[in-house]
């Protein structure tokens, strides 16, 4: 059992992990629909330090990704032409459970699945009594890194995203 002033102290941490992500991110004040219908995953390394976060969200809607054509289908070799790309999505909207707004790893950690490990604890915990399917899950406006990550995820480049910054 927690003490209410180690709680307090674990969420001035989560807040500061948080600030930190969204930097890293490029996220400048950006803010959660409902705060206090979040959680906040964190992977905890060996050497006990925090190598991971990711941030989810109930959502009811979100739309998918539109498919790239053929000759243009994206790959590791050329995410750098991918920052430069724009990339559309279907403007009906389709039911969704679970919103990743933010998901991070940091640098030295990244490519040993730990953001996989993060969303399949939120597939587990993230609705008491309920197992998410991939398609239930969106992600909030993907920097072109976590757009190939979310296609790997979810076995798909058609994956659901929500909450598009304009």
């Known amino acids: 059992m927690y003490s209410r002033i180690t709680l307090c102290v674990c969420l001035e941490q989560v807040e500061d992990v948080r600030e930190l992500v969204d930097s890293e991110l490029g996220f400048q004040q950006a803010t959660l629909s409902c705060p ?13 330090k925090i190598v991971g976060c990711l941030i989810a969200e109930h959502i009811k809607k979100a739309s998918r990704v539109l498919s790239e054509p053929a000759d243009q289908k994206i790959t590791e070799n050329n995410v750098l032409f991918e920052y430069r790309r724009a990339w559309q999505c279907a403007t009906k909207s389709e039911e969704a459970l679970c919103g990743v707004s933010r998901i991070w790893v940091f640098c030295m950690m990244r490519r040993k699945k730990i953001a996989s490990r993060m969303l399949d604890a939120v597939r587990n915990t993230f609705i008491y009594g309920t197992y998410l399917n991939k398609n ?31």
């Open 36 to 48: 206090s219908q979040s959680k906040t995953y964190m992977f905890i390394s060996n050497e006990k």
């Open 136 to 166: 239930e899950i969106a992600f909030s406006d993907p920097t072109p890194s976590g757009k190939l990550f979310a296609t790997k995820y979810s076995k798909t480049p058609n994956f659901l995203v929500y909450n598009l910054l304009t």
